[in-house]
């Protein structure tokens, strides 16, 4: 078969290139080099649905040919463990499950130092530290195809027009459909 005998990257750009989640997870079943061309970077990186805090933002900064990968993107609020009978539960790849499930407290904001007396200004200070990671990867997401933020508790655009800026750049750089 000479499609196993093609480097790496260019197993990855076919990977890449077929949309059908069923037609990925029979490329990767075909052998076992297939299998780790495909899972988990392709078959876990499609769909994301995850709080805009969720640690699975910055590794897709840090892996840009993963964040290739993802075609479908919600940003979810951070209360959907509460309602788990009316709102989806998230879609994070397998490694960043445990960190959903528990969803750590929020940390201060690493901008700059924040007073615990106003805790409204230290959640708003790590919402803008977390979007900021965000724009960077959505930015990283040259083949996304749909884009949903239900996200109700982040910060006022107003109050910081920079990050709703940098959020209509970062969607502006992913593909047309």
């Known amino acids: 078969m000479i499609l196993v005998k093609s480097p790496f990257e260019t197993l990855d750009l076919i990977a890449s290139a077929i949309e059908s989640p069923a037609d990925l997870r029979n490329l990767g079943a075909t052998c076992k080099l297939l299998h780790f061309v495909v899972s988990p970077s392709h078959t876990q990186y499609r769909e994301i649905r995850a709080p805009l805090l969720s640690p ?3 590794a897709l900064t840090e892996n840009c040919s993963l964040a290739q990968n993802v075609r479908v993107v919600e940003v979810q609020s951070t209360q959907v463990r509460q309602f788990p009978d009316r709102v989806d539960g ?3 790849p397998v490694a960043f499950l ?3 499930v528990k969803q750590e407290p929020k940390e201060k904001g690493k ?4 007073s615990a007396e106003d805790p409204r200004t230290a959640n708003n200070a790590v919402d803008l530290a977390a979007g900021r990671i965000f724009v960077v990867a959505l930015k990283a997401m040259v ?5 949903r933020w239900t996200e109700k508790h ?4 107003s109050k910081h027009a920079d990050s ?3 959020l209509e ?4 750089s992913c593909r047309s459909p």
Request: charged share 25%; aromatic share 6%; net charge positive.
């Open 111 to 114: 901008d700059r130092v924040i």
């Open 143 to 147: 083949n996304l195809i749909l884009f």
């Open 98 to 100: 445990e960190s959903i």
């Open 56 to 58: 699975v933002w910055r």
């Open 169 to 172: 750049a970062g969607l502006m």
């Open 164 to 166: 709703k800026e940098a």
């Open 90 to 92: 998230p879609i994070v």
């Open 154 to 157: 982040v910060t006022r655009p």
